[in-house]
């Protein structure tokens, strides 16, 4: 539930400083997580895992998607943006995406470290913002 007892609105996931309208509005009308947990401290195994459902010994992301380390998922894996694709709903990632192989993690719209520089698509908040627009196809708040 969104707000408090002294009648000011927190944020989706109750941050009382950062004041999140859009991603209020747009919690109120999605599924939102409240508690995740992974079996992996390690960011791309983590990812392979929330976006598959599987754990690291399922799903083939054992390690680091670095080019030295070369770890992916398994090529038969079927991924949200997969799964979703067949619903004809749209997907999207900003930011960094460090999980492979790309066509198991195929998203729609794709702005990320593998196409841009990182400082730009993951550490430089008015570009990402940009970028949420462009998804969302408008160029207003």
Do not use: W
Not at 24 to 39: C, D, E, F, M, W
Not at 43 to 54: E, I
Not at 91 to 100: D, F, R, W
């Amino acid at each position: 539930m969104l707000g408090d007892d002294v009648g000011f609105e927190t944020s989706v996931y109750n941050n009382s400083v950062c004041k999140t309208p859009s991603l209020n509005r747009l919690a109120k009308r999605s599924v939102t997580i409240k508690h995740g947990y992974t079996s992996v401290s390690s960011c791309s195994p983590s990812r392979a895992a929330l976006l598959s459902g599987l754990p690291s010994h399922q799903n083939g992301m054992y390690g680091l998607h670095h080019s030295v380390h070369h770890f992916n998922s398994f090529d038969g894996v079927k991924s949200l943006p997969a799964i979703l694709k067949t619903a004809n709903i749209k997907t999207g990632i900003i930011g960094k995406k460090h999980i492979g192989p790309d066509y198991v993690y195929k998203f729609d719209y794709e702005e990320t470290n593998e196409n841009n520089d990182m400082l730009q698509c993951a550490r430089n908040v008015t570009r990402m913002k940009e970028f949420v627009r462009e998804f969302f196809g408008n160029g207003s708040d």
